[in-house]
């Protein structure tokens, strides 16, 4: 049975992990958090042309965080960060590059590495761009 957080994001896709054997259910204030971030990626999804979007990371239980190699203040253990991709709207910067030029609230939008897109909420809304490569990190603004 699928549990529908909004029209197009579901509780299991938002918590879906690789990380077998780890217990990766939001605990109740997370999953309130996670129903204001699906709303936001409704968003991102209507500015997108209503393509559809593969969520490659939502929630992140702090075992997975750490398992993935996560950052230990990262937004994906608030239920407030999706990583994603929309391959029927283009690449990650055509997607980041759309949604920079929108009037969206975000708190963090990153290119990660040509590979997908993160979004980062949490009520700071700084609205902060950036690309991430390996082996040079972070840096601001879009890179091609």
Known sequence: MTTWLSPHFSLEEMTATQQRGLD????????????ATVLVLEDVRTLLGNAPMV???????PAVNRAV??????????????DFICPRFGSPLAV?????????????????????????????????VLSWRPGAGYQRGLRT
């Open 96 to 128: 980041c590059r759309a949604i920079a030029a929108s009037d969206l609230r975000f708190d963090q939008l990153i290119e990660e590495a040509g590979a997908w897109v993160h979004l980062g909420l949490g009520g700071r809304w700084r609205r902060e």
């Open 24 to 35: 990766n259910r939001p605990p109740a204030s997370v999953l309130k958090r996670l129903k």
């Open 69 to 82: 190699g996560g950052s230990p203040t990262s937004a994906h253990m608030r239920g407030e960060a999706a």
């Open 55 to 61: 969520i490659t990371s939502g929630y992140r239980s």
